[in-house]
């Protein structure tokens, strides 16, 4: 029993040998099966061979020509649309640049018409103003010499009666009038 | 000797299927496991194309990594003329990849395994990769085992290696399957047989014992998927490799 054991471990490590102990039904050439099953192969190659190649690998070939094709043209549909979105971005972006500029020439505009027509309107303020400052002074001088003269025959007056009281004389009028002028004038220069 | 023995080769054993009716034309198991193999890859493509969605659901996705993956495969090695020949290494990879598979599940007979088949396989890829070249390049295909660049006293040396190596393609591209599928599942089935092995001689404590082999089998199912996989892909990229060859020459 133990040496069968043996021995059948020994055939374990060497299947070599296993098939040496008896004939292979794979060498028994006398078997007329071993003939017939490569001639039953033959018919069911030859089936499966036109089953494949006239249905079967057409047809997957197809399916993938589908889709590489509808994988291109869904491609080429992206890239279009990306293509008029970009227009689309670029035609935006010039709009608002062309109004930007726009808005801005408007701006730069409005500003220097506003500020020549607040210049035309200083200027005619200040020439207004200018008018009538220089009637003013006219005026005012006018009064002034008007004030002047009528000062005169009081000078006069006031100076007899004080000249009359102090002294008791009446003053030459030829020799006060031109003291009296002399007197004015040092005043009005100073 | 009573008690059970280990049977690593009985998984391989034809015989006929699909009934009385198969047993008539000796259609066998193997055979069964094929027309499974070609019926779920139809029904893949009829349940992935129902909605032929711009967004694939996970059947249509599936095939078409499938389709994209062996398109790539074809255009990358052979190039642009490697379209083609196309629906050819598609219905091989799917046909062995499927076979590949479905014989990890107990009770599937793994029609890879068989070396008639995969000969069978190899051998028409041999033929149809030399046909085209010599479609393509008429007798001119001749120098492809006259190599370039090379001293002319050493062709009559490198001339036969370089038929023999030729020649040789179709017996490593079937015997590379064949044997990588048929190594896997005696494993497993020597392992599994193992452990009822141990548990006849050793009782109780066998039966404990059988979990060694029993993660070793576990761990052996990850393995036979990547092998399942990866033979598909390397009978497919060689099958492209030598559609390049017989397209280029070089």
Redesign the interface.
């Given at each position: 029993?133990?040496r069968?054991?043996a021995f059948?471990?020994a055939?374990?490590m060497v299947?070599?040998a296993?098939?040496a102990?008896?004939?292979?039904?794979?060498?028994d050439?006398q078997?007329?099966?071993?003939?017939?099953?490569?001639?039953?192969?033959?018919v069911?190659?030859v089936?499966?061979?036109l089953?494949?190649?006239r249905?079967?690998?057409p047809?997957?070939?197809s399916?993938?020509e589908?889709?590489e094709r509808?994988i291109a043209r869904d491609l080429e549909a992206a890239h279009a649309a990306k293509a008029a979105a970009d227009r689309a971005v670029a035609e935006l972006n010039a709009t608002m640049k062309q109004a930007r500029d726009k808005a801005q020439a408007d701006i730069a505009k409005a500003e220097v018409e506003s500020k020549a027509k607040a210049f035309a309107d200083a200027k005619v303020l200040n020439d207004k103003l200018d008018a009538q400052l220089a009637y003013s002074e006219n005026q005012i001088s006018e009064a002034r010499i008007a004030a002047l003269a009528a000062i005169k025959p009081v000078a006069a007056d006031v100076a007899t009666t004080l000249m009359a009281r102090l002294t008791g004389k009446t003053p030459d009028e030829a020799t006060l009038t031109p003291e009296i002028d002399a007197a004015l004038l040092a005043r009005q220069a100073a | 000797m009573a008690g059970p023995s280990i049977d690593a080769l009985g998984q391989f054993r034809l015989s006929t299927g699909l009934g009385p009716l198969g047993a008539a034309v000796n259609f066998t198991n193997s055979n069964e496991a094929m027309l499974a193999s070609a019926a779920i890859i139809v029904v893949l493509f009829v349940l992935g194309l129902r909605s032929r969605a711009i967004v694939p659901g996970r059947l249509q996705a599936l095939i078409e990594l499938l389709y994209e993956f062996v398109r790539n495969m074809c255009v990358d090695t052979i190039g642009e003329e490697g379209l083609r020949f196309f629906p050819l290494v598609f219905t091989l990879f799917s046909f062995i990849l499927l076979g590949n598979l479905l014989g990890l599940f107990p009770y599937f007979f793994a029609f890879t395994s068989h070396i008639a088949v995969t000969l069978s396989l190899a051998l028409f890829v041999f033929v149809f990769s030399t046909g085209v070249g010599f479609y393509t390049h008429g007798f001119r295909f001749f120098k492809f085992f006259v190599p370039e660049g090379v001293p002319v006293w050493l062709l009559p040396l490198l001339v036969p290696i370089e038929i023999i190596s030729y020649l040789s393609r179709p017996v490593s591209l079937s015997v590379r399957l064949f044997a990588n599928m048929t190594a896997g599942h005696v494993m497993w089935e020597v392992f599994a047989g193992f452990m009822l092995l141990l548990t006849a001689s050793f009782g109780i404590l066998g039966a404990f014992a059988s979990v060694v082999p029993l993660g070793l089998n576990v761990a052996l199912v990850a393995l036979e998927l990547l092998v399942a996989g990866l033979q598909a892909y390397v009978f497919a990229i060689l099958t492209c490799l030598y559609l390049h060859d017989a397209v280029h020459m070089h």
């Open positions: 029993m133990i069968r054991t059948a471990l055939l374990s299947p070599a296993a098939m102990e008896g004939t292979m039904p794979q060498m050439f078997n007329p099966l071993t003939a017939s099953q490569v001639v039953w192969m033959a069911i190659l089936v499966l061979y089953t494949l190649s249905w079967g690998l047809q997957i070939g399916v993938l589908n889709r509808q | -």
